[in-house]
Structures are given as C-alpha cells and as structure tokens.
C-alpha cells in the first residue's frame, strides 16, 4: 500500500485558469542552476523586481526561506540534494497552480532531478535558466567564503570541489555570467519570456 492511498483529490471551483485571467498573466517556473557563485540569487533577485514592477504576480524561492524551514532537515548528501529538489519541484507547482512566476534559485545539480520537476508541470511551465559561470570564475567570487572553507576540507561535498555539477544539456536560457552583466542576464530572460508571450 502506498502512502496516498485512501486520499481523495477534492477539486477546487476556482481553477488555474481564473486564477491567471484574474491576474491578467500566464504563470511558470523559472528555474535557475548552476554553481554556487554563478549569480543565480544575484540575478533572480533582479529579475523579480523588474517583473514585480510591471504588474506581474511573483514569488522567489530560495536556501533563506527553504533550507532554514521547510528543508532545513536537509543535509548536502546527494540523497538529500534530491529530496531538497524534489519538494522544491512540489511547492513550485503549487504555485505556479496558485498564478504565480516562480523563481527557485537552488544549485540543482542532478540532471534527474530537474527533468523530475520538468515533468511535474506542462511543457510551457518549465524555463530552465542555466546560470553559466567556470569554478574558476565562481571561486574568485567566493561571495560566501564557501569555496575556502572547501579547499581547506572544512566543508565537505561542496559542488564543484568534491561533489559534482551536471550542466543542463538543453536548459530554455543559458546566461553567462562572465560575460553579461547582472542587467543584461535579466534582460535576457526578460526577451525570452515576452517572446514567448509569457507576459
Ligand atoms: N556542500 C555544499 N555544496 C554546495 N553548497 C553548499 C554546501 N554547503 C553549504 N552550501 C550552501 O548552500 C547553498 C546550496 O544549497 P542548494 O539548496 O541550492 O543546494 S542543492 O540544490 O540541494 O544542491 C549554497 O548557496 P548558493 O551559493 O546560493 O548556491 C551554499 O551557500
Ligand atoms: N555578471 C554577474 N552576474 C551575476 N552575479 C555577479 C556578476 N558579477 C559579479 N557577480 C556577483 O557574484 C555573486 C554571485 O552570488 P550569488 O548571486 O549569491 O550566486 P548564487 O546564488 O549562484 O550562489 C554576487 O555577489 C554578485 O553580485
């Protein structure tokens, strides 16, 4: 026996539909991976702001209001990078069910585990955003004093050191962040999601 089994899904009246017809937009995940220090918080920071300011329903998602609650059982195992994933995937469907442009900046560094969260939504709900920066490049940076604290074997399973990354094959958006400005990354999305009649 599963655990679901004997839950019975009770449909709301209001549906997505109203729910973005009210809101006058469309909805979707916005999902930004890639290494610590490649700019994912930076960017997705701004970007929020921007879309915010155009009259567009948002909710960002990141370590401060996951990985200090909802996660904060969650370790840096790879077992534990899934689960963190994994419920970050559930609680972005939610939203994204509730009308709003959902930003989650998490490393993310399994390729099954994002595909799992492409899977969860319809196709035009999931923008990967490959937030592209060399170790090199996110080291220099070192905005949290992570990446030293790694060298000198006091963090371990640190992405990029000792735990690996995998780059997305086919992500909707690839930044790089050694090239483009912060303005010019959100810029980029910007484009994107007006090309695409997202907003
Ligand atoms: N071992 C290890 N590896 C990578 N990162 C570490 C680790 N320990 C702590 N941190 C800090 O936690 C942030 C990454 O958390 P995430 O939830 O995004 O990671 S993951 O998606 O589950 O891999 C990451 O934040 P960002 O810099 O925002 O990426 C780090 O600040
Ligand atoms: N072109 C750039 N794009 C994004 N961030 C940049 C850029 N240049 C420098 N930075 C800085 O690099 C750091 C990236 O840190 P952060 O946004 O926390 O990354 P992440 O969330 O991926 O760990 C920030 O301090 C940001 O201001």
């Given at each position: 026996?599963?655990k679901s089994t ?16 009210l809101?006058g937009?469309k909805?979707?995940?916005l999902?930004?991976t890639?290494?610590?220090?490649s ?5 997705s920071?701004k ?5 915010h300011k155009?009259g567009i ?6 370590g401060?209001?996951?990985?200090h609650?909802l ?5 840096f195992?790879?077992e ?15 939203m994204?069910?509730?009308g ?10 399994y ?14 709900e999931?923008i990967e955003i ?12 070192d905005?949290?004093?992570?990446y030293?604290?790694?060298r000198?074997?006091?963090?371990k399973n ?10 997305p094959?086919e992500?909707?958006i ?5 090239k ?10 910007l484009?994107?999601?007006?090309d695409?009649?997202?907003?």
């Amino acid at each position: 026996m599963t655990k679901s089994t004997n839950i019975v899904w009770h449909e709301s009246e209001v549906t997505k539909e109203d729910r973005r017809n009210l809101n006058g937009h469309k909805s979707a995940i916005l999902w930004f991976t890639g290494l610590s220090g490649s700019g994912k918080s930076a960017i997705s920071v701004k970007l929020e702001t921007a879309l915010h300011k155009k009259g567009i329903h948002t909710y960002r998602l990141d370590g401060d209001n996951v990985r200090h609650g909802l996660n904060k059982n969650l370790g840096f195992s790879s077992e534990d990078r899934t689960e963190n994933i994994r419920r970050i995937g559930e609680v972005s469907k939610l939203m994204v069910d509730a009308g709003l442009f959902t930003l989650t900046a998490f490393i993310s560094p399994y390729h099954k585990d994002r595909d799992q969260v492409r899977e969860l939504v319809e196709t035009d709900e999931f923008i990967e955003i490959y937030v592209k920066a060399s170790l090199e490049a996110c080291e220099k940076r070192d905005p949290k004093g992570l990446y030293k604290k790694a060298r000198l074997g006091e963090i371990k399973n640190f992405t990029g050191i000792d735990a690996p990354y995998e780059a997305p094959r086919e992500p909707e958006i690839t930044l790089d962040t050694t090239k483009l400005s912060i303005e010019e990354s959100v810029e980029v999305i910007l484009t994107y999601l007006k090309d695409k009649k997202y907003i």
